[in-house]
């Protein structure tokens, strides 16, 4: 079975240490702001669901984007350092 990886309409800032302010803290609305998108993982990899397979940079600040389900990334739509925001189709995994 064929899996879209949809960017969600929020997603919570990546803990970082060295930032530790209250804008860490809230959630970054991606339907209203767009981030640039670089991919940890590649056409091909075995993904298990829950683990990070792409982060974007939104609003000055890293989100992490997760597989949805168990499989193998079958392809990517939106490449290394293009832009994304809720709703855009990342990618596809095969079940």
């Known amino acids: 079975m064929r899996m879209e990886i949809v960017v969600p ?43 990070v397979i792409c982060e974007g940079e939104a609003d000055k600040k890293t989100v992490e984007i997760t597989a949805p389900a168990d499989g193998v990334l079958s392809e990517k739509v939106v490449e290394d350092e293009l832009v994304f925001q809720a709703g855009d189709i990342l990618g596809y995994i095969e079940g």
């Open 9 to 51: 309409d929020s997603l919570m800032p990546k803990p970082q240490p060295y930032r530790n302010c209250e804008c860490m803290k809230q959630p970054i609305d991606l339907k209203t702001k767009k981030g640039v998108l670089t991919w940890l993982c590649q056409v091909g990899d075995t993904v298990k669901k829950g683990q």
